[in-house]
């Protein structure tokens, strides 16, 4: 009554799609029916290992290996990110533990996991990482954390607040696809971060396109002055690393050298002791 509504089946279609996605969501967080993979973060130099960024995977039974940026928007929106999250950090936490006391007790790594944004304004976020720290016994430095430049100005007070607590505990935080987003440099250097992560747009272009070169270039400056490291994502090429190498960027992530590996060949790289331009090269 004194309107219209435009109909179309697609719309429907989708609806009932989503609404099949979220029901084996909910199963899939009863029965933990995800997997993790491990992209290794590498010396520039050696190309050794020196961490792991942890990275979240829904094996689905007839869609197949999901990614996060299909299933983490309905689990916020749903409020499953809560135990998702809490069960990757109890993962991650136990494999790392795992890793540095069997593995590499001469030479630790660390684990990064990334946190949703939803997650980020969970009031009980801190609690769950001091608990998992405790339970796995792993030392809290050992297992970071990325956020974005847009959860931390999408709501900048409450995430200041919770990255402060997070800090107290002794965890290292890491701003993830920093360039892309826009957080003001005042914010920066309030956050208590120690490391950047280059976003791969800029990263992926240094070779062909001056500006992305330059921008890259401040960033390394801008790091250096706020005494933070650096993590160069999306490396695909050597030129891309040389050139990396050459501004003094130490850290590089990407297919040049190591896709995501299950928690099992991640392993077997640390045991070997392999550079991961090895793996990358079959």
């Given at each position: 009554?004194?309107?219209?509504?435009?109909?179309?089946?697609?719309?429907?279609?989708?609806?009932?799609?989503?609404?099949?996605?979220?029901?084996?969501?909910?199963?899939?967080?009863?029965?933990?029916?995800?997997?993790?993979?491990?992209?290794?973060?590498?010396?520039?130099?050696?190309?050794?290992?020196?961490?792991?960024?942890?990275?979240?995977?829904?094996?689905?039974?007839?869609r197949g290996l999901i990614a996060p940026d299909t299933f983490i928007p309905i689990a916020e929106e749903t409020g499953l990110i809560r135990p998702i999250g809490e069960w990757v950090l109890r993962q991650d936490a136990q494999r790392l533990a795992h890793w540095n006391a069997k593995v590499l007790p001469d030479d630790p790594i660390w684990v990064s996991v990334n946190v949703a944004a939803?997650?980020?304004?969970?009031?009980?976020?801190?609690?769950?990482?001091?608990?998992t720290i405790a339970e796995s016994g792993v030392e809290s430095g050992q297992l970071k954390l990325e956020i974005t430049e847009s959860m931390i100005m999408a709501d900048a007070v409450t995430a200041v607040g919770a990255l402060d607590q997070l800090k107290t505990l002794g965890i290292h935080l890491l701003m993830d696809?920093?360039?892309?987003?826009?957080?003001?440099?005042?914010?920066?250097?309030?956050?208590?971060?120690?490391?950047?992560k280059i976003d791969r747009y800029f990263v992926g272009r240094i070779d062909s396109n001056s500006e992305c070169l330059e921008i890259v270039r401040t960033i390394l400056n801008l790091s250096r002055s706020l005494a933070m490291d650096v993590v160069a994502e999306g490396v695909e090429s050597s030129a891309q690393r040389e050139l990396l190498q050459s501004?003094?960027?130490?850290?590089?992530?990407?297919?040049?050298?190591?896709?995501?590996?299950?928690?099992?060949?991640a392993e077997r790289l640390l045991l070997t002791n392999r550079a991961v331009e090895s793996v990358a090269k079959g």
């Open positions: 009554r004194s309107g219209t509504v435009l109909f179309e089946p697609r719309m429907l279609l989708e609806q009932n799609e989503r609404r099949a996605l979220e029901e084996d969501l909910r199963a899939a967080v009863r029965n933990g029916d995800f997997q993790v993979f491990y992209q290794p973060l590498v010396d520039v130099a050696t190309t050794s290992v020196r961490s792991f960024e942890a990275l979240l995977r829904w094996p689905h039974k007839t939803r997650q980020l304004t969970d009031p009980g976020l801190v609690e769950i990482v001091k608990n696809d920093f360039g892309t987003g826009h957080a003001s440099l005042s914010y920066l250097h309030r956050l208590p971060i120690s490391t950047i501004l003094g960027c130490e850290y590089v992530q990407g297919y040049l050298l190591s896709p995501p590996l299950d928690a099992d060949a």
